[in-house]
C-alpha cells in the first residue's frame, strides 16, 4: 500500500514568514510522529499524535512551532516567524498497532 | 530525558567484512531499540529492532543484541555489500503509550568494492 507522504518535499521561505508542512500517514495508522533532522542535531522528536489523546508536544523547541492532526489522519505542523536555524529536513512517521515506525520522505526547509 | 550515544561516527570496511555499530542509552527505562538505514537523499528505512526481553536478533546478515545491564545495544552487519554503503541511525525509546525516539548521532557507513 502507500507509504507515508509529505507535501511539500522542498520548501524555501524568507526569514520572518510562516510556513506549513503537510503529512499523510499510512491509511489506518494511529500514531504520527514529526522529527526534525539537521546537520549539528541529528534526528529529533518533536510531536506526537496518538488517536484522540492529548498530543505530546515535549519536543517542540519554541512557541513558534506548532501541529495539529484533524480527523485522526492528515498532520500539518506550523513554523511561525521562520528563523535560519530552523532550516532542517523535517520527517513525519506513522505507526499502527504495532511499534514500528515508518518514515515519509520529508520536507526540506531552507530559510533564507 | 533519554540519551543515546553512538559510535563510530564514520566506518569504512571492504566489501564482504563485517562491520559494527554501537550505542548506549541512558534512560534504563527503554525497552525499544530499533535502527534505521538511512542513503543519501531518502528517508529512514527501519532495518530491524529489538525489545528489551530479548538479548539478540538476527535477520540475514544483520543482528542486532542488547545488553540491558550495561545500556548498550549494537548493529552487525556480515557480508558486506556496496549498497549497504549509507548512514545508520540506532534509536531508544520507553514505549508504553508513546513509542517516540530519541536517535544517536548517526554512522556514515561505507563500503569498499
Known amino acids: 500500500g502507500a507509504g507515508v507522504s509529505q507535501s511539500p518535499s522542498n520548501k524555501v521561505t524568507e526569514k520572518g514568514k510562516d510556513v506549513e508542512l503537510r503529512c499523510d500517514p499510512i491509511?489506518?495508522?494511529?500514531?504520527l510522529y514529526w522529527y526534525r533532522q539537521s546537520l549539528g542535531q541529528g534526528l529529533e522528536f518533536l510531536i506526537y499524535?496518538?488517536?484522540?489523546?492529548?498530543?505530546?508536544k515535549s519536543g517542540l523547541p519554541s512557541d513558534r512551532f506548532s501541529a495539529e492532526r484533524t480527523g485522526g489522519s492528515v498532520s500539518t505542523l506550523t513554523i511561525q516567524r521562520t528563523q535560519q536555524e530552523d532550516s532542517a529536513v523535517y520527517l513525519c512517521?506513522?505507526?499502527?498497532?504495532?511499534?514500528?515506525?515508518?518514515f515519509g520522505p520529508g520536507t526540506r526547509l531552507t530559510v533564507t | 530525558g533519554e540519551n543515546v550515544e553512538q559510535h563510530p561516527s564514520t566506518l569504512s570496511v571492504q566489501e564482504g567484512d563485517s562491520a559494527v555499530i554501537k550505542c548506549t542509552y541512558s534512560?534504563?527505562?527503554?525497552?525499544?531499540f530499533p535502527w534505521y538505514k538511512q542513503e543519501l537523499g531518502k528517508r529512514p528505512q527501519l532495518i530491524i529492532d529489538?525489545?528489551?526481553?530479548?538479548g539478540e536478533k538476527k535477520d540475514q546478515r544483520i543482528a542486532v543484541t542488547l545488553n540491558k545491564t550495561a545500556k548498550h545495544f549494537s548493529l552487525h552487519i556480515t557480508e558486506t555489500q556496496p549498497e549497504d554503503s549509507a548512514v545508520y541511525f540506532c534509536?531508544?525509546?520507553?514505549?508504553?503509550?508513546?513509542?517516540?525516539?530519541?536517535f544517536g548521532k548517526g554512522t556514515l557507513l561505507t563500503v569498499n568494492p
Open positions: 499524535f496518538q488517536g484522540n489523546s492529548a498530543p505530546d
Open positions: 534509536a531508544a525509546s520507553k514505549g508504553g503509550s508513546n513509542y517516540k525516539l530519541t
Open positions: 529489538i525489545r528489551s526481553n530479548v
Open positions: 512517521a506513522s505507526s499502527g498497532t504495532g511499534v514500528e515506525q515508518y
Open positions: 491509511s489506518g495508522h494511529t500514531a
Open positions: 534512560d534504563s527505562a527503554s525497552n525499544y
